[in-house]
């Protein structure tokens, strides 16, 4: 075992101060502050999108150009369907489908939702001067239909009989 001489110096840890190192350091740290800002900046503009996005999310979405509208005969009465499909397509609707109702005694004409787009039933309540108050949702995503046109015993009160 070897003692312990005063007289004898001690090794000296390795030197951080050598010129090299320092720059090397230096160069790391702000590479290393670079991506972090980086990452930081990216995060920020990615949040606020999405809450851009959210903002516009199905209540605020707008009518579509192209509304596909379904028209049931409630009122019992024929060839209203005809006159009321004739009328949506003179104003830009695309009427997939005509028929009857499941009952024939409807009172008041509906606009049913059928894809969770209020505004492209309001738009056809609009063109049908019909009341906001009778316009519902019932989404169904079996149905490849936007809006649904349940014609009722008013029929003859609304737009296309005026």
Do not use: H, W
């Not at 006159?83 to 997939?96: E, N």
């Not at 309001?122 to 169904?140: D, H, M, R, T």
Request: charged residues 25%; contains cysteine; hydrophobic residues 40%.
């Amino acid at each position: 075992m070897e003692k312990y001489n005063p007289a004898k110096p001690k090794q000296k840890p390795a030197s951080l101060k050598s010129p090299t190192v320092n720059i090397l350091i230096n160069v790391s740290i702000f590479l290393l502050s670079a991506v972090i800002i980086f990452m930081v900046y990216s995060l920020y503009i990615k949040l606020s999108y999405k809450e851009d996005q959210e903002l516009l999310a199905p209540d605020a979405k707008g009518a579509e150009d192209i509304i596909q509208v379904d028209v049931r005969n409630g009122c019992g009465v024929s060839g209203v369907a005809d006159r009321y499909t004739d009328f949506l397509r003179s104003k830009g609707f695309d009427v997939a489908d005509i028929g009857n109702y499941v009952s024939s005694d409807v009172d008041e004409t509906l606009i049913i939702d059928r894809i969770g787009n209020m505004a492209n039933a309001y738009k056809v309540a609009k063109s049908l001067g019909i009341k906001n108050e009778n316009v519902i949702q019932q989404l169904n995503k079996d149905y490849f239909i936007d809006v649904t046109v349940v014609i009722g015993k008013d029929y003859f009160s609304l737009t296309p009989f005026k």
